[in-house]
């Protein structure tokens, strides 16, 4: 489970931002997470909720917000999303090894109480 990992490298962001941000309390965590990294983010913010007990986040609503596999097939020329992690392009089957968004894992915005 990848997840937990994943879940530890956010909860020293979130540390870090918090103290720089001077939170009192963190209130909300917005999180993307590309669909190509095959992370479940139900997973993923249990852990967190797990990892942050008897911090300044603890009881932060999370939400992940997971972002589509898109990827430009070099026989069409158009940007698809794809419908699988194989990056094989609907229309015409070609292999799309130009993945253009899919991969991100990002700590997007986080409420605080100062």
């Known amino acids: 489970m990848h997840e937990f990992s994943i879940a530890q490298e956010?909860?020293?962001a979130?540390?870090?931002e918090g103290r720089k941000a001077g939170a009192k309390r963190i209130l909300?965590?917005?999180?993307?997470?590309?669909?190509y990294r095959a992370i479940?983010?139900?997973t993923?913010?249990?852990c967190l909720k797990w990892i942050l007990a008897d911090t300044v986040a603890e009881?932060?609503?999370?939400?992940i917000v997971e972002i589509p596999v898109r990827a430009r097939c070099p026989q069409c020329d158009e940007i698809?999303?794809?419908e699988d992690l194989y990056l094989v392009c609907s229309e015409c089957g070609s292999l799309c090894?130009?993945?253009l968004s899919g991969k991100e894992l990002l700590l997007y915005s986080m409420e605080i109480e100062d």
Do not use: N
């Open 59 to 63: 009881g932060a609503e999370i939400e």
């Open 80 to 82: 698809r999303e794809m």
């Open 40 to 42: 479940v983010p139900e």
């Open 28 to 35: 909300r965590l917005e999180i993307h997470v590309g669909r």
């Open 44 to 46: 993923l913010a249990e």
């Open 97 to 99: 090894p130009e993945v």
């Open 10 to 12: 956010f909860a020293g």
């Open 14 to 16: 979130i540390a870090q």
